[in-house]
């Protein structure tokens, strides 16, 4: 199993930034995938969780309104669009499924 992350930078509050992930190793369309989070000194928390047909979602709700996520089970890759973004939205952003996690991109929301 194999999760890489991308897209993460630095931006302005308001500002939006997509996240992707590329899958491989497994069977993509079959498992839910999820996005965590972790801000220095913070524990990691659930940002957002999709299931495997893209049909149910769920997120925390301090991103609740602001954040989407979705996939493409044809690309195997799973994205998080996030925008209006706020300084306390600056983390380390995981995609993860089960128990296997990426290497993580950084999110700087900055003026």
């Known amino acids: 199993v194999q999760l890489v992350e991308s897209g993460g930078g630095s931006v302005e509050p308001g500002g939006s930034l997509r996240l992707s992930c590329a899958a491989s190793?497994?069977?993509?369309?079959?498992?839910?995938m999820r996005w965590y989070r972790q801000a220095p000194g913070k524990e990691r928390e659930m940002v957002a969780s999709?299931?495997?047909?893209?049909?149910?979602?769920d997120y925390a709700n301090s991103v609740k309104g602001r954040f989407t996520i979705s996939r493409d089970n044809a690309k195997n890759t799973v994205y998080l669009q996030m925008n209006s973004l706020k300084p306390e939205d600056t983390a380390v952003y995981y995609c993860?499924?089960?128990?296997?996690w990426g290497q993580g991109t950084q999110v700087t929301v900055s003026s």
């Open positions: 999709i299931g495997s047909a893209g049909i149910t979602r």
């Open positions: 993860n499924r089960g128990d296997f």
């Open positions: 190793g497994f069977t993509f369309s079959l498992f839910r």
